[in-house]
């Protein structure tokens, strides 16, 4: 009995092969790994690219909200300068220097 790996059986007719049938080919280990790194990367590039549609979508609403808030903002510097005007006018008016003035 031998106790090692028992050689290759060949063919006596036909050249031996270069390789035993077992083994794997190792020149398609670094495609592969080239294939499985290109679609990784292909992936990657995919989830980027909808993380920038999705922060843009965001930016849209932040900017639209910023407006509102402006607008909102404004209508209460007119509001508040309104009343004062309206204030200023009635304390003259209660006071009496209006009537002064334009008798």
Known sequence: MASG??????DEEGPPPERPA???VRDLYPT????FILVEI??????VERLIK???GQGDKI???RHQVTFVKGAI???ASVFAAAEAIGWLYMSG??????H
Not at 97 to 102: G, M, R
């Open 97 to 102: 220097k209006v009537s002064i003035a334009f």
């Open 42 to 47: 292909g992936k990657l590039t995919s989830m």
């Open 77 to 79: 510097w007119v509001a």
């Open 5 to 10: 790996p028992r050689p290759p059986q060949f």
């Open 32 to 35: 592969m790994d080239a294939r």
């Open 63 to 65: 900017d639209t909200l």
């Open 22 to 24: 077992g083994e794997p």
């Open 54 to 56: 999705d922060v843009s």
